[in-house]
């Protein structure tokens, strides 16, 4: 739909953008997309849609319109149909869960939005907070509105850069996205889709390469990447996403516990729900996995001695293997970074309850010196093992259920 009929028939309606959108159910982000030109080729049912609020008429004429001796429609009516593409695009690579989205409606329009808007988006935070989850979901309204589609590449399944040489991993990574958007589309192409570079921090160096290869090739294309650690992409959008607060958090092991187990009510239970998403530090996905454990465990047992964590692991064999279960995917995380790191974490686990700011560490001096601190400190922070409040004066606070691995009995080896 060409964007500036649509502005100027939104203006002559005397329709603000969000009335448009309440009225025809097409998003906000959508609307302001059509009237910047970023959106080539819509949906045609999304025209459909918004001209039946717009311009009833106008939507009849296109349908009735002439046609040429090859049935094509002609005049007005040709010029249109050119800038309405298919349905969305096909997708290819893993699809998101079936299981609904609790308490992540905003991230996920908001990601969607940058996903169309930017060339390069960048999804981190800790593991299990649910950064593919949010990202595939994004992808799903995002891809609608991007010729051709959306395409997903596990990248976790590539060797990390300390297993293998750097231009060995490029290659690997180079050739998962060719084998799914084809040669050559992956060589160079006009191809219009979102690209999602999933489970991205074990390769920091690989990623930017990866990113400047494929876009020198295929401009067209938008890549959203899922990341622990951030890699450092020029010009890359950067989204942190937070564990769920107390009230979502609770609402997810609710909804995971009506689907898994339909007759185990707890929702009378609120106080000691709230003290065992607490103890999961609000991440999504070891909530999933405590539901699961309710099944056969009472909810006393997972609250006994704060060890809840201990207790849960997933089967799923769907997943990678770090995720299986929270001791190995805080392991993955450390072997991201050095021993240093892992010396000043086990530290920090068996000192400091709460927040903190750097000069309130008690390290050994001998050990450590206070510029060496700050720069371990960014990178724990960088690699989502640390929580950073930016107001103000900057404090960091570890996840509850890390302090948990380290500092707890049989604490994690290595550590």
Same mark, same amino acid.
């Given at each position: 739909? #060409?964007? #500036?009929?649509?502005?100027?028939?939104?203006?002559?309606?005397?329709?603000?953008?969000?009335?448009?959108?309440?009225?025809?159910?097409?998003? %906000?982000?959508?609307?302001? #997309?059509?009237?910047?030109?970023?959106?080539?080729?819509?949906?045609?049912?999304? %025209?459909?849609?918004?001209?039946?609020?717009?311009?009833?008429? +106008?939507?009849?004429?296109?349908?009735?319109?002439?046609?040429?001796?090859?049935?094509?429609? /002609?005049?007005?009516?040709?010029?249109?149909?050119?800038?309405?593409?298919?349905?969305?695009?096909?997708?290819?690579?893993?699809?998101?869960?079936?299981?609904?989205?609790?308490?992540?409606?905003?991230?996920?329009?908001?990601?969607?939005?940058?996903?169309?808007?930017?060339?390069? %988006?960048?999804?981190?935070?800790?593991?299990?907070?649910?950064?593919?989850? &949010?990202?595939?979901?994004?992808?799903?309204?995002?891809?609608?509105?991007?010729?051709?589609? =959306?395409? &997903?590449?596990?990248?976790?399944?590539?060797?990390?850069?300390?297993?293998?040489?750097?231009? *060995? /991993?490029?290659?690997?990574?180079?050739?998962?996205?060719?084998?799914?958007?084809?040669?050559?589309?992956?060589?160079?192409?006009?191809?219009?889709?979102?690209?999602?570079?999933? #489970?991205?921090?074990?390769?920091?160096?690989?990623?930017?390469?990866?990113?400047?290869?494929?876009?020198?090739?295929?401009?067209?294309?938008?890549?959203? /990447?899922?990341?622990?650690? *951030?890699?450092?992409?020029?010009?890359?959008?950067?989204?942190?996403?937070?564990?769920?607060?107390?009230?979502?958090?609770?609402? !997810?092991?609710?909804?995971? +516990?009506?689907?898994?187990?339909?007759?185990?009510?707890?929702?009378?239970?609120?106080?000691? $729900?709230?003290? @065992?998403?607490? @103890?999961?530090?609000?991440?999504?996905?070891?909530?999933?996995?405590?539901?699961?454990?309710?099944?056969?465990?009472?909810?006393?047992?997972? @609250?006994?001695?704060?060890?809840?964590?201990?207790?849960?692991?997933?089967?799923?064999?769907?997943?990678?293997?770090?995720?299986?279960?929270?001791?190995?995917?805080?392991?993955?995380?450390?072997?991201?970074?050095?021993?240093?790191?892992?010396?000043?974490?086990?530290?920090?686990?068996?000192?400091?309850?709460?927040?903190?700011?750097?000069?309130?560490?008690?390290?050994?001096?001998?050990?450590?010196?206070?510029?060496? =601190? %700050?720069?371990?400190?960014?990178? !724990?922070?960088?690699?989502?093992?640390?929580?950073?409040?930016?107001?103000?004066?900057?404090?960091?606070?570890? !996840?509850?259920?890390?302090?948990?691995? $380290?500092?707890?009995?049989?604490?994690?080896?290595?550590?």
């Amino acid at each position: 739909m #060409n964007d #500036n009929l649509l502005l100027r028939l939104r203006l002559q309606s005397g329709m603000t953008q969000e009335e448009l959108s309440e009225r025809s159910g097409i998003s %906000v982000r959508t609307i302001r #997309n059509f009237e910047r030109g970023l959106i080539q080729r819509p949906r045609r049912s999304s %025209v459909d849609m918004l001209l039946d609020v717009l311009d009833p008429s +106008l939507k009849e004429k296109l349908r009735s319109a002439p046609v040429d001796d090859l049935g094509m429609p /002609v005049g007005m009516a040709a010029e249109w149909l050119k800038l309405v593409g298919p349905e969305p695009g096909v997708w290819r690579g893993s699809r998101p869960p079936r299981s609904s989205l609790v308490g992540r409606r905003a991230e996920t329009e908001l990601l969607a939005g940058l996903a169309v808007e930017q060339q390069v %988006v960048i999804v981190t935070g800790p593991g299990g907070v649910g950064k593919s989850r &949010v990202a595939l979901a994004a992808a799903e309204s995002a891809g609608s509105e991007l010729r051709d589609g =959306v395409a &997903v590449v596990e990248l976790g399944l590539i060797p990390g850069e300390r297993d293998l040489a750097g231009p *060995a /991993v490029l290659e690997l990574a180079e050739q998962a996205v060719a084998d799914l958007l084809g040669e050559e589309a992956a060589a160079g192409g006009r191809q219009q889709l979102l690209l999602v570079l999933d #489970n991205a921090e074990h390769l920091p160096e690989t990623v930017p390469l990866l990113v400047d290869w494929l876009l020198a090739r295929n401009p067209g294309v938008h890549v959203l /990447v899922t990341a622990r650690r *951030a890699p450092s992409v020029d010009g890359a959008v950067l989204c942190e996403l937070a564990p769920l607060g107390p009230e979502a958090a609770v609402e !997810l092991l609710l909804e995971r +516990l009506r689907t898994g187990c339909p007759d185990l009510d707890l929702s009378a239970d609120s106080e000691r $729900l709230i003290a @065992l998403v607490g @103890l999961l530090d609000g991440l999504p996905r070891l909530i999933e996995f405590a539901a699961h454990r309710l099944r056969m465990v009472p909810l006393e047992s997972l @609250l006994a001695d704060g060890q809840a964590v201990r207790l849960l692991s997933s089967g799923d064999q769907r997943t990678l293997p770090h995720q299986r279960t929270p001791e190995a995917s805080l392991r993955w995380s450390l072997d991201l970074l050095g021993r240093r790191h892992e010396r000043l974490l086990a530290q920090l686990a068996r000192g400091s309850r709460g927040s903190f700011r750097v000069g309130e560490l008690e390290v050994d001096p001998g050990e450590f010196s206070e510029l060496e =601190v %700050v720069g371990l400190l960014a990178d !724990l922070a960088e690699t989502s093992l640390l929580q950073v409040d930016r107001s103000g004066q900057y404090r960091y606070r570890m !996840l509850r259920h890390v302090r948990t691995f $380290l500092d707890g009995p049989g604490a994690l080896a290595g550590a």
